[in-house]
């Protein structure tokens, strides 16, 4: 089994990608070791002990490096675990929890608002996400209230040095530009 790695914006992350799919829907972030026991594919990740985050995407685990680890010393170790995990068809989550299942908390959208809300939700989905999943990380949606849309970053895109610039000048501009009544873009 080949694992391909790609760089991402963020220095301290790497994504790796193992030729098949991670996730079929959805995405699921790990910033702790105690989120991360809801997956045997994070803990073993955390138990490495220089790893601070690890992101899983449709096709891809992107993994997010403690300051001043370099990943000329982590990389191997974090392939190693990563192809235990998929040669052995292992799952990605525990069995007989929820734990898989992550609720986060959204800004109550005002129902005089959905037509606007539905066309930032499509832009975000279509134009916005599959572009940050590329850079290993993903965007979601949290709310929208009195022109500000409410966007949590998550993978490599959390904690990311250029994570405000893509926020304000790439993702608010597109927003701006197709929905007129969005006046701010803030992370959460």
């Known amino acids: 089994m080949l694992i391909?790695?790609?760089s991402t914006p963020n220095p301290a992350t790497l994504k790796f990608l193992p030729g098949r799919e991670v996730m079929g829907m959805g995405?699921?972030?790990?910033a702790t070791p105690e989120e991360a026991e809801a997956s045997p594919l994070a803990a073993a990740l955390f138990a490495l002990g220089d790893v601070?985050?690890?992101f899983f995407g449709y096709d891809f685990v992107s993994v997010?490096?403690?300051p001043g680890v370099a990943w000329s010393d982590l990389k191997p170790q974090v392939l190693g675990v990563l192809l235990d995990h998929f040669a052995g068809n292992?799952?990605?989550?525990?069995?007989?929890?929820?734990a898989g299942?992550?609720?986060l908390d959204e800004v109550a959208d005002d129902p005089a608002d959905a037509d606007i809300v539905a066309q930032i939700r499509e832009l975000i989905e279509t134009r916005v996400r599959p572009a940050v999943a590329n850079d290993g990380g993903d965007i979601v949606y949290r709310g929208f209230n009195k022109g500000t849309v409410?966007?949590?970053m998550q993978g490599a895109c959390s904690g990311c040095p250029?994570?405000?610039a893509t926020l304000k000048h790439g993702i608010e501009s597109l927003l701006k530009h197709y929905v007129p009544e969005v006046t701010a873009v803030q992370a959460v």
Do not use: N, W, Y
């Open 4 to 6: 391909q790695t790609e």
């Open 27 to 30: 995405t699921r972030d790990f």
């Open 52 to 54: 601070e985050g690890v």
């Open 64 to 66: 997010t490096a403690a």
């Open 90 to 98: 292992m799952p990605l989550f525990a069995t007989g929890s929820a």
């Open 101 to 103: 299942i992550e609720i």
């Open 150 to 152: 409410f966007l949590k």
């Open 162 to 164: 250029s994570s405000s």
